[in-house]
């Protein structure tokens, strides 16, 4: 393939890849740039764990509401409207001086990521059904890239004139370029369906199926966000280390080489889509028997490495038992992990509270070896 054809090809992969990469950009600079919001806005603990709460339940809410639409009415509409409220919600940032007119940005940014996310991954299958499930590996490695470098540039931002705004400075000129990229962008698609792919689209949702993957993912991201909301905390009390946060980074770094691997190997999702829950759960099990920082470090970073190959391994079912709905299906996975993502972290303090970090992260452990016995039936399904 010459140069212009392969260009030509995947000219709309990059948008789609593009995207996601900016959801996690966003999603890791605004947890690193909500202390230095607090402490412009003179806000409490509990005031920036409210701020934080409100982009969780945006995004939560988002593919609850409109899930079904991007199907009726396409995905480039949906695509082009939402990242240019993206472009909106960094200017409201940016003008706020107070709290509410913050929050108020950041329920719009939340909203507006949370259409992108499930209506790119959805373009992507469609565009690109033959090779749609290698490149399911690669669209959720660009959210775990865009969540570890934007920590380092909101570090960046604060040697500006601007400040921690320097950071949504930045995300609003790349949210309007890639609205107009968007905007230009033809969405037919790149590759010809297969006999197989029509028989499935002809078949109709395959509703077993889409529960099956919705409570994979409830588990699995109601289990990261307790995990990761309180690693810090949990290395700190238990393991008297005050490094926690490069444990966080850790993890994150290895969804990277994780996720793409999937991409690699996908071809095994049959097998892949259990072993990532089964080393995910045995990994922080284990987590909880350590007690010396210098073996924490590569035990999270193990941990993290199975859990990046949760989502993806999951996606490529996507158009399986979509029945041609990619958007409502990917739509009701996001919607029910950011229900998980609620549910569980806020029980995580009461966890804490009876059984203590090493009961409570033991308890999640075996949440995901629930996972492993969802995960287990989800190839066995047929039409």
């Not at 009701?332 to 303090?349: C, E």
């Amino acid at each position: 393939m010459g140069k212009s054809a392969y260009w030509a090809k995947n000219d709309l992969s990059l948008l789609f890849l593009l995207s996601i990469f900016m959801n996690g950009f966003e999603t890791g600079g605004y947890q690193a740039a909500l202390l230095y919001v607090g402490q412009e806005f003179d806000l409490s603990i509990g005031q920036q764990g409210l701020l934080a709460a409100v982009q969780l339940f945006a995004t939560m809410i988002a593919p609850l509401l409109l899930g079904p639409l991007a199907d009726r009415i396409g995905k480039k509409i949906m695509l082009v409207f939402f990242t240019a409220a993206r472009t909106l919600s960094a200017a409201i940032i940016l003008l706020a001086t107070n709290s509410p007119l913050f929050a108020a940005g950041i329920f719009v940014l939340g909203f507006a990521c949370s259409i992108v996310q499930y209506v790119a991954i959805a373009g992507m299958q469609d565009t690109y059904p033959q090779t749609r499930n290698q490149r399911m590996g690669y669209i959720t490695a660009m959210f775990a890239l865009g969540a570890v470098i934007a920590p380092l540039i909101v570090g960046l931002s604060l040697d500006t004139p601007w400040g921690w705004r320097g950071f949504f400075v930045l995300s609003a000129l790349i949210f309007l370029a890639l609205t107009v990229l968007l905007a230009r962008a033809d969405f037919t698609p790149r590759e010809e369906p297969t006999p197989a792919e029509l028989a499935q689209i002809e078949g109709g949702m395959h509703l077993k199926g889409v529960t099956l993957l919705c409570a994979i993912m409830f588990i699995y991201v109601g289990v990261e966000n307790g995990f990761c909301f309180f690693l810090n905390s949990f290395m700190a009390d238990t393991i008297d280390s005050a490094r926690g946060y490069l444990a966080l980074s850790l993890f994150w770094l290895a969804m990277i080489p994780s996720r793409f691997l999937c991409g690699c190997f996908a071809k095994y999702r049959s097998h892949l889509i259990y072993i990532a829950p089964l080393g995910a759960a045995i990994m922080l099990a284990l987590l909880t028997c350590l007690t010396q920082e210098i073996l924490v470090f590569p035990a999270v970073f193990v941990f993290g490495f199975f859990c990046g190959a949760v989502y993806p391994n999951v996606l490529t079912y996507v158009a399986d038992f979509a029945g041609g709905r990619t958007a409502t299906v990917t739509a009701a996975i996001t919607a029910a992990t950011g229900i998980g993502a609620t549910v569980i972290s806020a029980s995580f303090g009461f966890l804490h509270e009876q059984f203590g970090f090493t009961g409570a992260f033991l308890i999640l452990a075996a949440l995901l070896a629930l996972d492993i016995l969802i995960a287990a039936m989800v190839p066995r399904l047929k039409r």
